[in-house]
């Protein structure tokens, strides 16, 4: 009995194991097809002002309608792209569309505001990336004071001398560079000491604690302190009530993000008011 038993959990464990390795390996196939066939889509959620109120920022989130799979979130690609090198050709691909949206927004006379793009470090250390940048925001007509890139990091990095050139160079050119998911992962404080970016995104996880115990408020507070000590703006992500909310205007955090004001939306479903 209890060998059955055993057999039929190593059973379901590797055939787990195939269907995750053969997933892996159909999304790095397709990811090659999936620009030139238009699977890919850029979502916006906006960032606002949370003493005026304002709307900052759009961030640009990708989403892959995969003819198959359906909807696919950047979390089951956008790992296995940077470990493909694919994530060149997407981040290109971003970049352009995201400037090209916000340009569009700019010319349809509402208020402008930024346009906010994701980039991992690979791509922050690809030796092609700042003219792609210059490139992109020229064929696009976007002046560089529109753009923020957001710095995620997934992977450790040892290049931290090439890493820091090219978001100096960045910076010199007149974008904004913010630091996301602040506080987990490999982001850690000696990143603000080593690099020059303009901004902290706390991370949601602990945006969701502030409701939930005091040492949640108490690091959010900090690191709302810490940033403002540096002479940089934070942003809140995750909020998705009005307690929260009410926390960080209190605690004078610059701007705000989450599902209680908008979820990420496609283009076409975005309202202006
Ligand atoms: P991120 O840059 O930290 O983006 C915020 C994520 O939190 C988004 O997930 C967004 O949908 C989600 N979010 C926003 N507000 C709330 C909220 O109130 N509650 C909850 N539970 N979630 C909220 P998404 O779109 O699935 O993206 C996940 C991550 O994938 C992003 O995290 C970013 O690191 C990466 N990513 C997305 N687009 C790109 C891209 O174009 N390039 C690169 N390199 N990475 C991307
Ligand atoms: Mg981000
Ligand atoms: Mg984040
Ligand atoms: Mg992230």
């Known amino acids: 009995h209890t060998k059955k038993f055993k057999k039929n959990i190593y059973t379901l464990y590797t055939d787990e194991l195939d269907t995750k390795a053969s997933y892996i390996f159909s999304i790095e196939h397709d990811l090659n097809l999936a620009i030139e066939n238009n699977e890919l889509e850029l979502y916006y959620q906006p960032i606002i002002d949370l003493k005026t109120n304002q709307l900052k920022a759009m961030e640009a989130l990708i989403r892959w309608n995969h003819p198959e799979h359906g909807l696919i979130p950047p979390s089951d690609f956008i790992p296995v792209a940077e470990e493909s090198g694919q994530i060149i050709e997407i981040g290109s691909w971003v970049l352009k569309t995201a400037c090209r949206q916000n340009k569009k927004w700019q010319d349809s006379g509402i208020l402008p505001f930024k346009v906010a793009v994701n980039v991992s470090t690979k791509q922050l250390q690809h030796y092609n990336f700042i003219n792609t940048v210059i490139k992109t925001l020229e064929e696009e007509q976007l002046e560089p004071k529109w753009l923020e890139l957001e710095v995620t990091e997934s992977i450790l990095l040892d290049d931290v001398a090439l890493i820091k050139g090219s978001l100096l160079k960045l910076k010199g050119i007149g974008i904004s560079l913010s630091i996301d998911d602040f506080g987990t992962g490999y982001t850690s404080l000696s990143y603000l000491r080593e690099y020059p970016f303009d901004k902290i995104k706390i991370d949601r996880s602990f945006i969701d604690d502030i409701n939930r115990d ?14 403002h000590s540096l002479n940089m703006n934070v942003v809140a992500e995750g909020i998705e009530n009005e307690s929260q909310l009410k926390y960080l205007h209190d605690e004078c955090c610059d701007e705000g993000q989450g599902y209680f004001f908008n979820r990420p939306l496609p283009v076409d479903i975005l309202k202006f008011n």
């Open 214 to 227: 005091l040492n949640g408020k108490r690091i959010t507070s900090a690191v709302i302190s810490l940033a």
